[in-house]
């Protein structure tokens, strides 16, 4: 493995490798107003949600790498103390690329990137009207991490407001990932969409409690079929088939073809892939189960 001394690498590759590797990120679209009433809009992928209650939102505005100056948000949120946040999804995408562009204070991202200002409610900074969520924010904290070139300045921010575009609500009134289409940073010039074929499901309850890896008998935990990811399907099984159950399993005829290959462990183990992928995890863990009373 390649690796990496952060005391014996330059900030600006220590960077990249860093943001090649904790992605996807969200985007935060950082709307604010400097002390003279200009509008400044710029993302940040340094950003995520950290509480409920209070309802608190932090993003990271660091100090510029080349030249270690500070940008015109965090003076803005620093003079204001109020910013909107909002989301970036993948029909504005482009537009929100050119806000990324060093423009000078004075000049108004809305206007450049072809953005809509929609008058916030409780704080000052305008609302992108494209975006499909919205969040007005009041600024709690701002946390300096450094003084050099790549540091951050934590931007604390308690939702005072929140604005979602109906048109992204399933029909039981929650977010619905293919609707809403958000976009997140990778490293460098990457980025990906969260929806379509990307978008799946883990059903995992946190008051169940699964058996896990320790629980699977050593011939079913080091198989050469079943992936980490197969055998956590399994695992997260509350428990597992009883000896009686898993040897019934043997008049299936799926089982019987299996059971009729030379290297029964390895067919039986296939099938329990293939039953996992049709979402059938109990049958899958007889399958997988039963070389092991053979």
């Known amino acids: 493995m390649l690796t990496i001394d952060p005391t014996q690498i330059s900030t600006k590759d220590l960077h990249q490798y860093i943001l090649g590797a904790v992605a996807p990120r969200p985007i935060a679209f950082a709307s604010t107003l400097s002390a003279d009433g200009v509008p400044n809009l710029a993302p940040y992928s340094f950003f995520n949600a950290f ?4 309802p608190i939102l932090i993003f990271s ?14 003076k803005n949120v620093e003079d204001t103390g109020e910013v909107v946040i909002n989301v ?10 050119l806000c990324s562009v060093e423009y000078d204070a004075s000049v108004n991202e809305f206007e450049k990137a072809g953005f809509t200002p929609l008058p916030s409610e409780r704080v000052k900074p305008f609302r992108v009207a494209e975006s499909p969520v919205q969040m007005e924010c009041k600024v709690e904290q701002i946390l300096p991490l450094g003084e050099k070139g790549g540091a951050g300045n934590l931007i604390i921010c308690r939702i005072v407001l929140m604005h979602i575009d109906e048109r992204v609500l399933s029909e039981t009134g929650r977010i619905d990932p293919h609707k ?3 976009v997140a940073r990778m490293g460098r ?12 499901e883990i ?17 079913l935990r080091h198989s050469t079929v079943l992936t980490g990811n197969d055998l956590g399907h399994i695992a997260a099984l509350t428990v597992l088939p009883p000896k ?12 019987k073809a299996a059971l009729m290959q030379e290297d029964k462990r390895t067919a039986l ?9 049709q979402k059938d995890v109990e049958m899958a863990a007889k399958a997988a189960l039963l070389p092991e009373y053979l």
């Open 51 to 54: 509480s409920s209650n209070p």
């Open 203 to 219: 059903q995992q309850t946190v008051t169940a409690i699964g058996v896990g890896f320790d629980a699977l008998p050593p011939g």
């Open 88 to 97: 970036v999804s993948h029909p504005i995408v482009r537009q929100m690329a």
């Open 269 to 277: 183990h296939r099938l329990a892939q293939a039953l996992i992928e």
């Open 180 to 182: 809403i289409d958000l």
């Open 61 to 74: 505005s660091n100090r510029r790498v080349s030249n270690n100056t500070t940008k015109d948000t965090l």
């Open 189 to 200: 010039f990457f980025y990906t969409r969260a929806s379509g074929p990307a978008i799946f």
């Open 244 to 255: 009686e159950e898993v040897l019934a399993l043997a008049t299936d005829e799926r089982v």
